[in-house]
């Protein structure tokens, strides 16, 4: 089943420049560097059908 940002997603790239609301920030944050805490997750009380998915949180630099 195609989840309703998916749907949203096949015009809200060409109305809005380009942005792509479906990309998987918070995977791609966890990799971006060496992270001594993480604490990621979805604002609020949204939920997998909401219109726009928000990843909100911190990441801490490990110590070197």
């Given at each position: 089943?195609?989840?309703?940002?998916?749907?949203?997603?096949?015009?809200?790239?060409?109305?809005?420049?380009?942005?792509?609301?479906?990309?998987?920030?918070?995977?791609?944050?966890?990799?971006?560097?060496?992270?001594?805490?993480?604490?990621?997750?979805p604002?609020?009380a949204?939920?997998?059908?909401?219109?726009?998915?928000?990843?909100?949180g911190?990441?801490?630099?490990?110590?070197?």
């Open positions: 089943m195609v989840s309703h940002p998916e749907l949203l997603n096949l015009i809200w790239p060409h109305m809005l420049g380009g942005c792509d609301i479906c990309r998987p920030t918070d995977e791609w944050l966890r990799k971006a560097g060496d992270w001594e805490d993480v604490k990621l997750g604002m609020g949204e939920g997998p059908y909401d219109t726009v998915p928000h990843a909100v911190t990441l801490t630099k490990a110590r070197k």
